[in-house]
């Protein structure tokens, strides 16, 4: 089955910097790729995702690349600001979402 | 906006009893899952439900059983707590059809003592 690799499990960056989390999965017939964000106390929100028949995304600060041939897949956040620290989790899948798999999540803190 | 309630946010139980998380959503949605969450480990899939009165294993369901009776509502139920399985619970409901986004609860944060 599919496995996803997240890393790193923590990154501290300072206000204002950009942060890239990276994912890696093991199944080539994954097609879709979504990224969560869960605050505290909250469950994972859907901020963002990419279907294997796009290389990038972007939705104002957040953007997510994806290349297939590696397998690769990855997070990019700019202009980074307090509330943007959360744990965030990149997941993958096929056609369809029964067997989502999720990455084991990334600490993210934002430093005033 | 998807609404999925989780009717716990933090149950205290003692090991042995039968324990039941309850998981509504509002959209009509075809698909409900029940994760639970470990630090390091990510979100590990329970079970899911596909449609009313289906259900299917997923990763970890050895100690939990699930029921869906109607749509709307997805049932997790410990059949005998064990402290193994005190954990953070997290439900979700999917529209259904290729590549639709999962919609989560805040999760139950479950101790069995």
């Known amino acids: 089955g599919e496995n996803v690799e997240q890393h790193p499990s923590t990154l501290s960056v300072q206000e204002g910097d950009s942060a890239v989390i990276k994912c890696t999965y093991s199944?080539?017939?994954?097609?879709?790729f979504p990224w969560y964000k869960q605050e505290l106390g909250k469950g994972p929100q859907l901020i963002i995702d990419i279907r294997s028949n796009v290389g990038e995304k972007k939705d104002q600060r957040i953007a997510v690349t994806l290349n297939k041939t590696a397998k690769h897949f990855s997070l990019h956040i700019t202009e980074t600001q307090p509330e943007d620290s959360a744990v965030y989790f990149c997941?993958?899948?096929?056609?369809?979402?029964?067997?989502?798999?999720f990455g084991a999540g990334t600490r993210l803190t934002v430093k005033p | 906006d998807v609404k999925v309630t989780q009717s716990s946010r933090y149950l205290v139980k003692r090991t042995g009893e039968k324990v039941f998380l309850e998981c509504v959503q509002d959209m009509d949605h075809e698909n409900m899952f029940w994760y639970r969450q470990d630090p390091g480990l990510g979100l590990r899939l329970i079970y899911f439900?596909?449609?009313?009165?289906?259900?299917e294993k997923g990763d970890i369901p050895e100690g939990y059983s699930v029921s869906r009776e109607k749509k709307e509502r997805f049932s997790l139920i410990l059949e005998s707590a064990s402290t193994n399985q005190t954990s953070m619970y997290l439900c979700a409901s999917e529209r259904g059809g290729p590549n639709q986004p999962q919609h989560f609860g805040d999760g139950t944060r479950l101790s069995i003592l």
């Open positions: 199944d080539s017939a994954s097609n879709y």
């Open positions: 997941a993958a899948s096929r056609w369809n979402n029964n067997d989502m798999r």
């Open positions: 439900s596909y449609d009313v009165k289906m259900k």
